[in-house]
Nanobody, 124 residues
Framework: EVQLVESGGGLVQPGGSLTLSCVAS????????MNWVRQPPGKSREWVSG???????YSADSVEGRFTITRDNAKNTVYLQMNSLKPEDTGIYYC??????????????????WGQGTQVTVSS
């Protein structure tokens, strides 16, 4: 059974930083692309960042230069380092992956597995 468990969310002031973690199990993590997706309040889920098994990364324009996705295959964990946080970064952050080893930027329905999410609130 595939399991994705996120942690690290919380309340942070604008300009602050947070690091999210996602521990994966139930599949061959080292061979799988991993992604972070967020859902702002009252809005649809949106792709944030993705990382291939070889470590190549991609991020949405809205977070480019502020967020960094990394992975530790020995720990079956993917991270999202978030710096210079803005109020518009507020939302539930999910770890997600597909059964077909993809990074999907636009169609969130293509993701097969999701974590339970972790809340990030950026507010003064």
């Amino acid at each position: 059974e595939v399991q994705l468990v996120e942690s690290g969310g919380g309340l942070v002031q604008p300009g602050g930083s947070l690091t999210l973690s996602c521990v994966a199990s139930g599949f061959v993590f080292e061979n799988s692309a991993m992604n972070w997706v967020r859902q702002p309040p009252g809005k649809s889920r949106e792709w944030v960042s993705g990382i291939w098994s070889d470590g190549t990364t991609y991020s949405a324009d809205s977070v480019e230069g502020r967020f960094t996705i990394t992975r530790d295959n020995a720990k079956n964990t993917v991270y999202l380092q978030m710096n210079s946080l803005k109020p518009e970064d507020t939302g539930i952050y999910y770890c997600a992956t597909t059964a077909s080893n993809m990074i999907v930027r636009t169609s969130m329905d293509d993701y097969d597995y999701w974590g339970q999410g972790t809340q990030v609130t950026v507010s003064s």
